[in-house]
């Protein structure tokens, strides 16, 4: 149950890593709900005493479901304090998460989402020919 709201805010001025810690400091147990207009779905993970337990993301899960959030640059998020029943399926340390997904997303393991990605498929379809010519 959706206890209450205590942080919310743009990804644009918090990062996923710079939230995870924040959330850790605090040893925080709740959700992080995250949304963005240049993903079909949206992402939770879910903390306890600060460590996140469990992600979904679509079809992601757990840590792929993490990593995979590092990638999102613009969008919304919100984190609930509430009672956790996911199961636990994540016990790599908040530290290494963070870590590893910002590598991930140096090294181009990581798609990015957000519309510098949106920018990038246009060109390619560009690129590629597919955009039609207009002449006028």
């Not at 206890?3 to 890593?17: P, R, T």
């Not at 993970?45 to 479901?65: M, T, V």
């Not at 199961?87 to 870590?99: A, C, F, P, Y």
Request: proline share 3%; charged share 20%.
């Amino acid at each position: 149950m959706r206890d209450s709201i205590v942080l919310a805010g743009s990804l644009k001025f918090l990062a996923l890593g710079d939230i995870m810690q924040l959330l850790g400091a605090n040893g925080s147990t709740g959700v992080l709900r995250m949304i963005s207009r240049y993903a079909s779905e949206p992402g939770f993970i879910y903390f306890e005493s600060g460590n996140p337990i469990n992600a979904s993301c679509g079809s992601k899960l757990g840590l792929d479901a993490i990593y995979s959030l590092f990638g999102w640059s613009d969008g919304e998020f919100e984190f609930s304090k509430e009672n956790i029943t996911s199961q636990r399926v994540i016990t790599k340390s908040r530290m290494g998460i963070i870590l590893e997904g910002l590598k991930m997303v140096d090294d181009g393991q990581i798609k990015k989402v957000g519309p510098d990605s949106m920018n990038r498929q246009k060109a390619a379809a560009y690129e590629a020919g597919s955009v039609p010519i207009v002449k006028g």
